[in-house]
Every structure is written in structure tokens, then in C-alpha cells.
């Protein structure tokens, strides 16, 4: 459950401890754990709804996949590797580079991950003599952008580039810079288009970049003060071409996190927050609709400081929110932002050793959640949040001689579907045998079966089921994973047919004698077929009261819909409302689409004429009318079981909007 933030402002600084959650079952720790590893950081990444970690085990590069299953590991550099450096897109592709000795001389190597072929073999960019270090690596699509440093007689150089992940074949290869001293850092991002960053050594450490402009990486331009001393670069991008830089900033009197954002094609003027610090660590995310999202360790390591910029806005207003207590142990936090803005912060706590996270979503901060108790203090943290809301982080737990990597996942998505099999005739009185199948990545999954006549629904993969009257009735099958994530299987219509009355056998004729003929009889006058009585049938109408479709309605995520059921002639005993969601446009006939958001049914105590149904979004439901800011178009199905044991339905449609906050 998410829990409301409490915020204390004053004096332009907003600081905040966010409440601990009572529990955190949204997070499901992921079993089967990694093999030890002997030293350096774990990459997680939710690709597809699986999960990956890439990782160093000593000198060796590994990648472990678990989805629908345990662990499966795949050995990328056997020997001799560091300097891991991992980025994936929202294809489900994951992009590795790293540096390894090769005959005595460190080359980068690449691979790529795809969903359907998995790893490629690593390949060295620019095989030569020279040492190459400090990789860096950015998701492009349809491949990656790597930078390095190498020396270069007397000096050295910053280099890039942009590799075809298909084919694994180098498409440019560039010189950015060419420098005296090697660079501390180097970092690498790609919005609209490619950028690289480095920190220069010279009288100070400064931030320098090269971005690619019509085809060519353009002269190197500074980004920080060229008096202060500049550490801890991170760079990143949206898809709209901002990019963002952050770095800790010492101006020999004191340090503060400090970031300048480049657009229009130029870096405005570094802005600092945080207030004076003594260690940062800042490390950036950044969405691709422009959410940015900036946290760092306070002075001393006992606080942890966010700030938090909007699409197509300045940073909110303040210096800080403060995801801690004063006085906390804190490891250097890792932060991701997914396309739709929400974003998720990880970090270590040494006062407990305990893993920790955050959420931002709707523009607030979510009370943080343990994700693991530790014997050593947790180092390495590393998140990783898909669009649909599905995340995971992982975090090195020391002990001894070797580190164990532990992990932990959220799951925001449904299970995937399979087969459905219904008969599509039966008879009545005679057992209708129905299965369908689905899995999850994370969870087990379990059934729920509507038959269609009124009767209690039936759970389990496989059911049965006995028709007691004839007719033509839609079954529905609803899949749903251990997180109250559901899921529609498409409906199936059955038509049962009533058992055949056995026809008498025909009696044996006796012989009889020849009747004598009689007279005609008189010609009988017609008698007259009465008329039936006036009056009809019955007919269901739902959206009670009705609702146009024309107009939406505005309502707030945890509003309930009044629906039901009214019908003509008859009362009703029982009253089923399924509601259906798809974005505004998505729908354009009274047929039932879209994704299952809502439930409800009402047996009322006697019966009534119309019945109201109020029923209330889940959280997928919730989640896609956040999303869509256009609106959404809502199938709704009623189902009504009349006082004559008459099963009808009617679908109808409606529109809903998000209403504004006030």
C-alpha cells in the first residue's frame, strides 16, 4: 500500500523522512540465488518481463536470466575483465561493455542481449596496442554507443563509437578529444542524439563533452566552472535531445551536487542544490518524456537528498527532498526513471543493513520499503523500472571471500496468456470440461471461470461445469498472478441444447374389418385464435443510471462507477458488472475489448426492478487512466439473472478522464 509523503518546508529547503512501510509485499524477493562472486557490481535489468543481472565475479564478466523459472547463467569473458558498464532500451535489448586484457594490452569488449537471440559473442571494438579504459556505454536504438580513453604517443584520447548490435559490426568509429593527462571519468548518453562527457584533468578537474550534430561530433565544450575541482560524473538524456550532466563540485571550500542541462544546442549555466556537502556520489535518471530524477549521499554519508525535474519544467522548487533520516549510514544510491515518469531509488543502510527503495509516481514520493536484512552492510545497489511499471534492484552483500548478489523484483504486469479450450456445443445435464493455460515471470498464477448462466464462479486451470437450461452462453476466463495482476482470456461462446425426448414405439396393428361408409359429416364453422395478451419480453439496459459515451466522465483514480442493471418487465435477483478499459479511440463497436479493470456484483435482498453496481478500478485500471491523459473508453458488461432464472447481458460504453487535482 502506498503511504502519503510528509513534507517540512522551510526556507526554500524541503525536507523530508519519508515513513517506513509496514510491509512490502508489492516486492518479491527472487530466489535461487546467484553464485558468489569474488568483487564487482551488478547491472539488473527487467527485459521483456525477465530478469537479468550482469555482473563481475572477479575478473570474469557473467549474465544470469530468470524468468518463469530459476536461473540460467551465461559466461560473456571467462578471464582477465573490469570496468563493467551495462545500458538497456525498451526493446528488451541489454548493451555490455567492459575492458579486458588481451596479450598483455586492455581492449573493450561489446555484447548485446536481445529477447529472441540472446547474447552475441564479445567482440573488441578497435583491436590495437594500446591500452583502452573507462568504458562507457548508452543504449541507441538498434545498437549501442561506447566511449573509451587510449594513449596516443605522449597523449591521450577520448574515442567513440556507434556499434550495429545485429551484426555486431563497429558502424563509426571517432577521435572526440585529444588531451594531455588522461580523463578521471568518462560517461556516454544518447537522446536525439549521441553526447559523451569527461572529466579533463588540467589546473582543475572540469566536465568537458562532444555531441554528434549532422553526422559529426562537434569541437568539445565546457560544462563545468573551470575554478572548481569537478568528481562522480553521470549523463543522461530524453528522447526530446535534453541532456543532463550532474557531478560533485569543490570549489576548495566546500562541495555540492551541481548540474547543467544542454539544450538548443548549448549548455546553460550549472545550478547547484543540496546545500554544502562532504560526500555526493549524485547519480542521475533520466525518462524518455523528461522526467529527471537527481539523488545523492549527504555529508558524511548520513542522508539521502533527491531532486526531481518534470517534463518541460525547471526543477521543482527547494533544494532537496531528504528520503532519510538525519543520521543514517547510507551507501551511494542508484535511481531509474521509465518513459512514463515514475522512478525508483536504491539504496544500502548500514545503521541496519538493510536495502532500501523508493517510488515516485503522481508527482509524490512513496514511503521507502526494505528489500533484504543483511549480515554485512549492502554495497553495489543497482535499480532497473520497466514502462509498465515492473522493477528490480539488485545489491552485493559482502561476506568474507566471496560477495552474494541478491535481487528483488515488483511486478506491475499481468500474466501472459495461452490456450483456452471450450466446447462449443454441449447439452444440458451433461458435464462441460474447460482449461486454459498462462504464466507469470514471478508468480504463480490462478483461474477464475464465469460460465455465463448466473451460477458462483469456478477456480482452477482446468473446471467443470453443468449446464440446467438450454441456451447460448459466453464463457470467460480470467488469469490472475500472486500480485492482483489480471488478465482476460478471449471469450468463448457455447450453445447447449436440451436433452431429446425418446419417441414411443409404434404399436402392431390389428386387423380390422371393412367399415361400412358413413354419410358426410357437416362442415365445422372456424374458431378463432386468441390474441396473446399485451406486454412482451424482457430487455436489460445497464449503465444505471445511463451515461453518454460522448461525454467523459472525470473522476479520480479511487472513484467508484455507479453501474447495474435495470430490466424491463421482470426484476432482478442478481446483477454482474465486468468493466474493460482501452485508450480513448480504442473502441468503436458495443463489442467487449480492452483490459479487465473492474468487477463487482450485487444480490440484492429482494428482488428489483434496476439495481446499482458501484465498482471501483484495480490497479491496472488505475494505472492506464494515469497514463493516458486523453481519457479511456469503457466496455461495460452487465449481467442480469431475473426473478424468471433468466440469464441476460448487454454491453455498453463509456468514457472517463483523469480529473484534474485542485
Request: glycine share 10%; aromatic share 6%.
Amino acid at each position: 500500500m502506498r503511504s502519503p509523503l510528509v513534507v517540512l518546508a522551510a526556507a526554500g529547503v524541503i525536507a523530508a523522512a519519508l515513513p517506513s512501510s509496514a510491509s512490502a509485499a508489492s516486492w518479491l524477493p527472487l530466489g535461487d540465488p546467484f553464485p558468489p562472486s569474488t568483487g564487482g557490481e551488478a547491472f539488473p535489468v527487467v527485459s521483456k518481463g525477465k530478469a537479468q543481472v550482469v555482473w563481475l565475479d572477479g575478473d570474469a564478466v557473467l549474465a544470469a536470466q530468470r524468468g518463469g523459472g530459476g536461473w540460467s547463467t551465461t559466461v560473456l569473458a571467462d578471464e582477465h575483465a573490469s570496468e563493467l558498464q551495462v545500458a538497456d532500451g525498451d526493446d528488451g535489448r541489454i548493451e555490455a561493455v567492459w575492458s579486458r586484457e588481451i596479450g598483455g594490452v586492455k581492449q573493450v569488449q561489446y555484447a548485446s542481449y536481445s529477447p529472441t537471440g540472446g547474447w552475441t559473442t564479445p567482440i573488441e571494438l578497435d583491436p590495437g596496442s594500446a591500452d583502452q579504459t573507462r568504458p562507457a556505454v548508452a543504449y541507441v536504438a538498434g545498437g549501442a554507443l561506447v566511449a573509451w580513453i587510449e594513449p596516443a604517443g605522449g597523449s591521450w584520447i577520448v574515442r567513440a563509437a556507434e556499434v550495429a548490435a545485429a551484426t555486431s559490426t563497429v558502424q563509426d568509429l571517432d577521435t572526440l578529444a585529444t588531451l594531455p593527462q588522461p580523463p578521471t571519468e568518462v560517461a556516454a548518453t544518447f537522446g536525439a542524439a549521441p553526447t559523451v562527457a569527461w572529466i579533463a584533468q588540467d589546473a582543475h578537474n572540469v566536465v568537458h563533452s562532444s555531441t554528434s550534430e549532422n553526422g559529426a561530433w562537434i569541437t568539445p565544450e565546457g560544462v563545468s566552472p573551470l575554478s572548481e575541482d569537478a568528481a562522480d560524473l553521470d549523463l543522461g538524456a530524453d528522447s526530446a535531445g535534453k541532456v543532463t550532466a550532474v557531478w560533485t563540485g569543490d570549489d576548495g571550500s566546500s562541495k555540492m551536487v551541481k548540474q547543467a542541462t544542454r539544450v538548443s544546442g548549448a549548455w546553460l549555466s550549472p545550478q547547484s542544490f543540496g546545500g554544502s556537502i562532504t560526500d555526493a556520489s549524485p547519480v542521475l535518471g533520466v525518462g524518455a518524456d523528461g522526467t529527471t530524477v537527481v539523488a545523492w549521499v549527504g555529508s558524511g554519508g548520513n542522508s539521502l537528498g533527491v531532486k526531481v525535474r518534470l517534463p518541460g519544467n525547471d526543477w521543482l522548487p527547494g533544494q532537496a527532498t531528504f528520503l532519510t533520516a538525519f543520521g543514517e549510514a547510507l551507501s551511494p544510491p542508484s535511481v531509474d526513471v521509465n518513459a512514463s515518469g515514475e522512478a525508483i531509488v536504491v539504496w544500502g543502510r548500514a545503521t541496519d543493513e538493510s536495502v532500501r527503495v523508493a517510488r515516485y509516481a503522481d508527482g509524490a514520493w512513496i514511503a521507502t520499503e526494505s528489500l533484504a536484512d543483511a549480515p554485512e552492510p549492502a554495497e553495489g545497489v543497482r535499480a532497473d523500472i520497466e514502462d509498465d511499471g515492473t522493477a528490480i534492484a539488485s545489491w552485493e552483500l559482502p561476506g568474507g571471500a566471496a560477495t552474494e548478489v541478491g535481487a528483488s523484483v515488483i511486478d506491475a504486469g499481468e500474466p501472459t496468456l495461452g490456450a483456452i479450450h471450450v466446447p462449443a456445443v454441449a447439452t444440458v445435464g451433461a458435464p462441460v470440461n474447460v482449461s486454459a493455460s498462462a504464466s507469470d515471470h514471478w508468480s504463480s498464477t490462478s483461474y477464475s471461470w464465469d460460465f455465463g448462466d448466473g451460477t458462483a464462479p469456478a477456480n482452477g486451470d482446468a473446471a467443470s461445469h453443468t449446464y440446467t437450461a438450454a441456451g447460448t452462453y459466453t464463457v470467460r476466463a480470467i488469469a490472475t498472478d500472486s500480485n492482483g495482476n489480471s488478465t482476460a482470456f478471449p471469450d468463448r461462446a457455447i450453445t447447449v441444447s436440451a436433452v431429446p425426448t425418446p419417441e414411443p414405439p409404434a404399436p402392431t396393428p390389428t386387423p380390422t374389418p371393412t367399415p361400412t361408409p358413413e354419410p358426410p359429416a357437416p362442415t365445422a364453422t372456424p374458431t378463432p385464435t386468441p390474441t396473446p395478451p399485451a406486454g412482451g419480453g424482457q430487455k436489460l439496459t445497464g449503465l444505471v443510471p445511463v451515461t453518454s459515451v460522448a461525454k467523459p466522465l472525470l473522476i479520480k483514480p479511487t472513484a467508484k462507477l455507479e453501474l447495474g442493471c435495470k430490466l424491463i418487465a421482470d426484476a432482478v435477483k442478481r446483477c454482474t458488472v465486468d468493466i474493460f478499459a482501452t485508450p480513448k479511440g480504442g473502441v468503436t463497436t458495443s463489442r467487449v475489448h480492452g483490459k479487465l479493470v473492474g468487477r463487482a456484483t450485487v444480490n440484492p435482498s429482494k428482488p428489483e426492478l434496476s439495481v446499482k453496481v458501484r465498482v471501483k478500478l484495480n490497479g491496472a485500471g488505475r494505472r492506464m487512466l494515469r497514463r493516458h491523459k486523453a481519457g479511456l473508453t469503457l466496455s461495460v458488461r452487465s449481467r442480469a439473472t431475473s426473478t424468471a432464472s433468466a440469464t441476460l447481458r448487454t454491453t455498453d460504453q463509456l468514457r472517463v478522464k483523469l480529473a484534474k487535482r485542485r
